[in-house]
């Protein structure tokens, strides 16, 4: 008797949950890693003045579009441009929302840690593999003053898919031809030389330890690891040092009217690092799908149009780059364009 | 009498529930593989077992590499494991049989099995791989110090204490008139050890190392922190490789493709079938040693 009963009251519990007695409203993210530091303080925030929970899982950006895909998360989150073919694959057309922007640094390991300039034609040959050795006369007319041993480079890669990699590879892809046939561009890639290693901290754990290391990690690793980066020859052939304003310097270009076409990489902006990219949010075009209610979907749209606003300003603590102004107000033409059966959900 | 009888029949219908539920979930285990990875087959091919490309940007999946790799860490794992375990399963089965040194030794080694792979993996590369290192630079190897053979030698010590457990119960199950008899016909103590107790406790003990050579076949986290991750075949063993699991562990959750998903998936089945192999070809040879 006293068991069936308490059965009864936890069936009522569960029913009463599931209708939403709470009236607390809490939404689900899955994808990035590389900016999941960033939307954890910013949920966080958010939630703390808005009352509206955000569970995100940062789960790379494969599994955020997968997620999406099969509409088991709100949003979905991306460093990459979901490429045309892959977007054929999802139910319902969908939009990218840019949110904030990186940069990908080359790091090494030399005795003494010099600064080091160097240009898209050595980058592309070390990671092609057809420069071997550090004291390369490419390299040395490039740095004539810095110490260059006679040491073997060893090239250090992601050995997990990666964002990271898709920015990197992409940057190559466009500066060279050799890459653009041989390796091609990818989350993951069938690599010429090197050693893997798992994330951005395996990636900087090799460099460090392997003398003679290059590798290629997100700016915020080399600068938590106290890490050397190369300063890079820009489309206007300016060398330019990875920085926060240097990335969002990226962006300092005719931004074309379909946002989710900008591409960073070896940017025409004249003080532009050249691997910079944006990081994106993911949703559904028409959110009246599965049933969703509509206060849901109104909340999420404001937590979206807040991250692109006054979110913003916790991006330069956390070492991410703004968006650059132009940028938001074609982001605010994206979140416009989002509608609930047709209707805009924020006017 | 009656429902002590009935309890017996519950509690014995418990156990075969059990037994079936292991063996359906293995069965399950191994179509819920082929069934996802079908597409992929078809896709691949028969190149899948015998090519060398691993290329995702342009969709070509062919796995010999890393089967290779794993065959190559796995095999120089067992090799220093078994050297090890016997070892230690002589010391502790024959010489400190009981004592305060004996269950100091036989704690250390249980508590070896316990530890979390990603610590061995850390382990591994703040230890091993600057030990390799300098075996590299001295045999003129690129000082990579990452590669197969450091994922070998972390391998060992992670399976050694398995096979040592269970090589220590064998060599003291051997029975002692057999020894006694052959001390006193006059053989010395390591005599005794080489020539009754080894040949008698031997099937016993290889079947200590094959159960755990499917820990090494199977193991990802540690050996993809040391191993290099190198997609390209090679039979080097100082050099940089990669292993099944690894590169499971390592492209899963970032394959966004369906025939990429699909040959990962493709390789797990491969893994499967591959453990099931080493498992049976284990059995048989234990099996012949034993009736030897």
Not at chain 1, 278 to 305: C, G, H, S
Request: glycine share 8%; proline share 5%; charged share 15%.
């Amino acid at each position: 008797m006293k068991l069936s009963r308490i059965a009864v009251m936890a069936l009522v519990l569960c029913a009463a949950a599931a209708l939403g007695f709470g009236q607390s409203i809490e939404l689900v993210g899955a994808g990035a890693t590389f900016p999941a530091p960033f939307y954890t303080k910013l949920f966080d925030e958010y939630n703390k003045q808005f009352g509206v929970k955000v569970n995100y899982q940062a789960i790379g950006s494969g599994g955020g579009q997968t997620q999406l895909k099969n509409k088991t998360v709100d949003f979905g989150a991306s460093d990459v441009v979901v490429t045309d073919e892959n977007a054929k694959s999802f139910p319902m057309p969908f939009l990218s929302i840019p949110m904030v922007a990186g940069s990908v640094v080359i790091t090494y390991n030399l005795p003494g840690s010099p600064e080091l300039k160097l240009t898209p034609d050595v980058v592309s040959g070390i990671f092609l593999g057809t420069i071997t050795r550090w004291n390369d006369a490419k390299i040395v007319a490039l740095n004539p003053s810095a110490k260059l041993p006679n040491t073997a480079m060893t090239v250090v890669h992601r050995s997990d898919g990666s964002g990271t990699t898709a920015v990197f590879s992409d940057y190559l892809a466009k500066v060279s031809a050799d890459w653009k046939t041989k390796v091609g561009v990818g989350q993951s890639l069938n690599w010429p030389v090197g050693v893997g290693g798992k994330g951005n901290p395996g990636v900087a754990g090799l460099v460090k330890q392997l003398p003679g290391g290059v590798g290629y990690v997100e700016l915020i690793y080399a600068l938590q690891n106290n890490m050397p980066y190369a300063q890079l020859k820009n489309k206007s052939g300016n060398f330019i040092t990875a920085s926060l304003a240097s990335t969002t310097e990226a962006a300092n270009v005719t931004i074309p009217s379909d946002v989710t076409k900008v591409n960073l990489t070896d940017s025409e902006a004249a003080n532009g690092y050249p691997i910079s990219t944006f990081t994106w949010l993911l949703v559904y075009a028409d959110q009246n799908y599965d049933n969703r209610p509509k206060e849901k979907v109104e909340a999420m749209m404001k937590l979206i149009w807040w991250m692109t606003h006054d979110g913003q300003q916790y991006a330069e603590a956390l070492s991410y780059a703004k968006l650059p102004k132009a940028v938001v107000v074609k982001a605010e033409a994206v979140i416009h364009a989002v509608t609930y059966g047709g209707t805009p959900v924020l006017k | 009498m009656k429902s002590e009888r009935s309890s017996d029949s519950a509690f014995r219908t418990l156990l075969v529930l059990g037994g079936i539920a292991v063996s359906v979930l293995l069965i399950a285990i191994f179509f819920s593989l082929l069934l996802s990875s079908r597409s992929a087959i078809v896709a691949n091919g028969y190149r899948f077992l015998t090519g060398s490309t691993w290329d995702p940007v342009i969709d070509k999946f062919q796995s010999l590499p890393f089967v290779i790799g794993t065959l190559l860490t796995s095999l120089v794992a067992l090799v220093i494991a078994t050297v090890l375990s016997l070892a230690l399963a002589v010391l502790m089965g024959e010489y400190f049989r009981s004592g305060p040194f004996a269950s100091v030794m036989r704690t250390a080694v249980e508590l070896l099995a316990g530890i979390p792979s990603v610590v061995y993996g850390f382990i591994g590369l703040f230890f091993f791989v600057p030990a390799v290192r300098v075996l590299q630079t001295a045999l003129g190897a690129p000082p990579y110090g990452v590669g197969i053979f450091t994922s070998a030698l972390l391998l060992a010590f992670m399976i050694l204490p398995y096979s040592a457990s269970i090589g220590r119960e064998i060599i003291s199950l051997v029975p002692a008139d057999l020894k006694e008899a052959a001390l006193s016909l006059g053989a010395t103590p390591s005599e005794t050890i080489w020539k009754i107790t080894l040949p008698y406790a031997r099937s016993g003990i290889l079947g200590g190392v094959l159960l755990s050579l499917g820990r090494a076949l199977g193991e990802t986290m540690a050996v993809t922190m040391v191993i290099g991750n190198s997609n390209s075949l090679t039979l080097n063993i100082l050099g940089p490789g990669n292993t099944m699991a690894s590169v499971i562990a390592n492209e899963f959750s970032e394959a966004s493709s369906n025939v990429y998903l699909g040959s990962l998936i493709e390789i797990a089945l491969l893994l499967f079938v591959i453990s099931t192999l080493i498992n049976i070809a284990g059995k048989i040879v234990v099996n012949r040693m034993a009736a030897a």
